[in-house]
């Protein structure tokens, strides 16, 4: 299949960026936008082949990642300061990666408790939608939403109520003063 280049793939009129950045500045979670390098937000959207029609293209050009809630969630860009690696490292896209792909998945987000978001590409049944692996139980689990509504409910959803277990007193100070990073290795699960 030949792949279709950067150019047409960044070159609507129709990008998705403004309607991400409103959906950010309407939602009442906190965020940070991470830059992006023009030359990795190239070579990562070309990787995916995915337009900046599209929630996941915009973000993965127009960003190195975003972080919410202090940063205890990252979800995943074309790489940056403040976000460990990016859509192509932690799935295995690049050419001299030494890292392999989740079969049917594509990690979009990881969080501070050890678990990753992934987009279902065929593992459950091409659903589209993002399921978590989750860090206690090492199983997967439906969020039931495309990118689009994760997208959304990473911007205006009450995130503490997904991790009820895992947070403590303190907890977002130490996110801003450490950060936090969770090596892609633990994707060999």
């Given at each position: 299949?030949?792949?279709?280049?950067?150019?047409?793939?960044?070159?609507?009129?129709?990008?998705?960026?403004?309607?991400?950045?409103?959906?950010?500045?309407?939602?009442?979670?906190?965020?940070?936008?991470?830059?992006?390098?023009?030359?990795?937000?190239?070579?990562?959207?070309?990787?995916?082949?995915?337009?900046?029609?599209?929630?996941?293209?915009?973000?993965?050009?127009?960003?190195?990642?975003?972080?919410?809630?202090?940063?205890?969630?990252?979800?995943?860009?074309?790489?940056?300061?403040?976000?460990?690696?990016?859509?192509?490292?932690?799935?295995?896209?690049?050419?001299?990666?030494?890292?392999?792909?989740?079969?049917?998945?594509?990690?979009?987000?990881?969080d501070a408790a050890g678990g990753f978001f992934a987009l279902d590409?065929?593992?459950?049944?091409?659903?589209?939608?993002?399921?978590?692996?989750?860090?206690?139980?090492?199983?997967?689990?439906?969020?039931?939403?495309?990118?689009?509504?994760?997208?959304?409910?990473?911007?205006?959803?009450?995130?503490?109520?997904?991790?009820?277990?895992?947070?403590w007193e303190g907890w977002q100070e130490e996110m801003r003063r450490q950060?936090?990073?969770?090596?892609?290795?633990?994707?060999?699960?």
């Amino acid at each position: 299949m030949d792949k279709v280049t950067v150019q047409e793939l960044a070159g609507s009129e129709r990008d998705a960026w403004d309607e991400v950045q409103q959906l950010l500045a309407d939602g009442c979670n906190e965020y940070s936008i991470v830059s992006s390098d023009p030359g990795a937000a190239d070579d990562t959207l070309y990787r995916l082949q995915v337009s900046t029609r599209s929630y996941l293209g915009t973000v993965a050009y127009r960003t190195g990642g975003i972080l919410f809630d202090h940063g205890w969630i990252r979800l995943l860009g074309s790489g940056g300061a403040g976000i460990f690696g990016s859509l192509t490292d932690w799935n295995g896209l690049k050419d001299d990666s030494d890292r392999t792909a989740l079969e049917g998945m594509l990690v979009v987000a990881y969080d501070a408790a050890g678990g990753f978001f992934a987009l279902d590409t065929g593992r459950f049944g091409q659903t589209g939608h993002v399921y978590y692996f989750a860090p206690e139980t090492l199983e997967w689990g439906s969020t039931e939403l495309a990118y689009s509504g994760f997208l959304n409910w990473l911007a205006e959803g009450d995130l503490g109520l997904f991790y009820p277990s895992f947070r403590w007193e303190g907890w977002q100070e130490e996110m801003r003063r450490q950060g936090f990073r969770l090596l892609p290795a633990a994707l060999g699960a």
